[in-house]
């Protein structure tokens, strides 16, 4: 069965510092990978996926996330964080069954302190 | 468009009580999720829809029904609630084979004492 574990529950930061928010996944299949994020009080938005073909997927808001065959990783970065990004996120695998669901981690709190 | 509506966004029900959360989208999306958010648990699936008429169980449905009688909507019901159930609830929706991830409600923040 799949699994995503979230390596850290809170990660505390400095403005303008750079973020890596670790994400390992267990799977004995193809997969598809994303990240949500969920600012206080919201329900998730879909921050970046990686699906198939170049292993670094970008978003619009400067997070990219590098998919790792070897070690089942899909770790997110951000080479300079904003207040802004003070958020949970989320890693999620998808399921084989090809039903479009999806195992989440734990989830991560990102703290930006300015 | 409105995308995933959900209501109550806040409800508190005493033990035993029975409730209807509502999830809508307008998106003509095919395939509906509901999941439970809890502290440090992450999200877990209660049940999904891949279509209008059909429904099945994800990995936490013990306590919950759904029924999908429209494509639009995709209600959770709770027959009698329990303090176990006090969380917080997502619906989700999804058009397959285009990438873009699920849409989600704004959720629904449920306590039973």
């Known amino acids: 069965a799949q699994s995503v574990t979230q390596l850290d529950s809170q990660v505390p930061v400095f403005e303008e510092a750079p973020v890596e928010l670790r994400c390992n996944y267990s799977?004995?299949?193809?997969?598809?990978l994303f990240w949500y994020v969920q600012y206080p009080n919201q329900g998730l938005q879909l921050l970046l996926k990686y699906l198939s073909g170049s292993t670094l997927v970008e978003s619009i808001n400067g997070f990219e996330a590098e998919f790792n065959k070897s070690q089942t990783s899909f770790h997110l970065r951000k080479p300079s964080v904003h207040i802004s990004d003070t958020a949970e996120y989320f890693c999620?695998?998808?399921?084989?069954?090809?039903?479009?669901?999806?195992?989440f981690g734990q989830g991560t709190t990102l703290q930006v302190k300015p | 468009n409105a995308g995933v509506t959900q209501t109550p966004k806040f409800r508190i029900l005493k033990i035993g009580q029975s409730m209807t959360l509502q999830c809508t989208q307008d998106m003509n999306h095919n395939y509906m999720y509901w999941y439970r958010q809890d502290p440090g648990m992450g999200l877990k699936l209660i049940y999904y829809?891949?279509?209008?008429?059909?429904?099945d169980k994800g990995e936490v449905p013990n306590g919950y029904n759904v029924s999908r009688s429209t494509t639009e909507d995709f209600p959770l019901r709770l027959e009698l609630a329990a303090p176990s159930q006090t969380s917080v609830y997502f619906c989700a929706s999804l058009r397959v084979r285009t990438g873009h991830g699920y849409t989600f409600g704004s959720g629904t923040r449920l306590t039973v004492v």
């Open positions: 999620a695998v998808s399921d084989p069954s090809n039903t479009g669901k999806l195992i």
């Open positions: 799977s004995s299949v193809s997969v598809y």
């Open positions: 829809s891949v279509g209008a008429g059909i429904t």
